[in-house]
């Protein structure tokens, strides 16, 4: 069955950087468009960036981009999202997300989530 | 960017009754492009409807989706035990996807 795992969330000062993993398996990885989601604390859900499945195209919200770098290894089924300039309002639990993909076309629509990891920054 | 925004905040409902959510673009979305989904405490969230009106597979037909332009609707027909939990709203026709900020519906 799809599985994806998350990891790398902990607590860093503001200014500073994280890398964060999603490993996925259960399914063709290199046929999927990926997602990072975050949520606040007691918040809604916040889009935060999606990478192709060649890994050639990244697309960013306009508040981390500039920041954060997603990025995918298609040999190792893993995902990344490099964090750096990490401020207060970052804080959040990290999903990565499968796209739903539809006879070979993304949706950026999410099917798959993993159960997410928590980044703090807090000095 | 587009802005959804959802109301009401919470819904208070007992098990039976009808719910009905509400979410409101800042500008006309897609029909094609909304979606709905479901999240429960602790859990990650689950894809309910696509285009504004398809239930994605395995949801039950008590929950159902309309709307277009800028208004749009998620409804439970009758809630069961298990439909309390957080429903948040999704349009994903510009390449920067937003949710709406989420309703609650609790138990009265």
């Known amino acids: 069955q799809v599985q994806l795992v998350e990891s790398g969330g902990t607590v860093v000062q503001p200014g500073g950087f994280l890398r964060l993993s999603c490993a996925a398996s259960g399914f063709t990885f290199t046929n999927h468009r990926m997602h990072w989601v975050r949520q606040a604390p007691g918040k809604g859900l916040e889009w935060v960036t999606a990478?192709?499945?060649?890994?050639?195209?990244?697309y960013y919200d306009a508040s981390v981009r500039g920041r954060f770098t997603i990025s995918r290894d298609n040999s190792k089924n893993i995902l990344f999202l490099q964090m750096n300039s990490l401020r207060v309002d970052d804080t959040a639990v990290y999903y990565c997300a499968r796209d739903w993909d539809v006879r070979g076309t993304p949706t950026n629509l999410f099917d798959y989530w993993g159960q997410g990891t928590l980044v703090t920054v807090s000095s | 960017e587009i802005v959804l925004t959802q109301s009401p905040g919470t819904l208070s409902l007992s098990p039976g009754e009808r719910a009905t959510v509400s979410c409101r673009g800042s500008?006309?979305?897609?029909?094609?492009?909304l979606a709905w989904y479901q999240q429960k405490p602790g859990q990650a969230p689950r894809l309910l409807i696509y285009?504004?009106?398809t239930r994605a597979t395995g949801i039950p037909d008590r929950f159902s989706g309309s709307g277009s332009g800028t208004d749009f609707t998620l409804t439970i027909s009758r809630l069961e035990p298990e439909d309390f939990a957080v429903y948040y709203c999704q349009q994903y026709s510009s390449s920067s996807l937003t949710f709406g900020g989420g309703t609650k519906v609790e138990i009265k």
């Open positions: 285009a504004a009106s």
């Open positions: 990478i192709s499945s060649g890994g050639d195209n990244d």
């Open positions: 500008q006309s979305v897609s029909r094609t492009s």
